[in-house]
């Protein structure tokens, strides 16, 4: 995996996990911070061609 990608999966990652713990603590505007980050670095991944959906599909329903 080229470091580009790695990066983009650690980023997506790590803005995922900041998004469950801001709705956990309630908080709506880091929720609608951190759903906009990952917006980004989904259409980021998309614009080169990185296949993100079968790493993250899990993610999707652990919330």
């Not at 983009?8 to 980050?37: N, P, T």
């Not at 959906?53 to 899990?58: C, D, E, I």
């Amino acid at each position: 995996m080229s470091e580009f990608m790695t990066t983009l999966h650690l980023r997506i990652y790590d803005a995922v996990r900041a998004l469950r713990r801001a709705h956990e603590s309630g908080d709506v505007d880091l929720c609608a911070a951190q759903a906009g980050e990952i917006e980004d670095l989904v259409e980021i991944a998309a614009r080169h061609g990185v296949d993100i959906g079968s790493a993250y599909s899990g993610l999707a329903h652990a919330a």
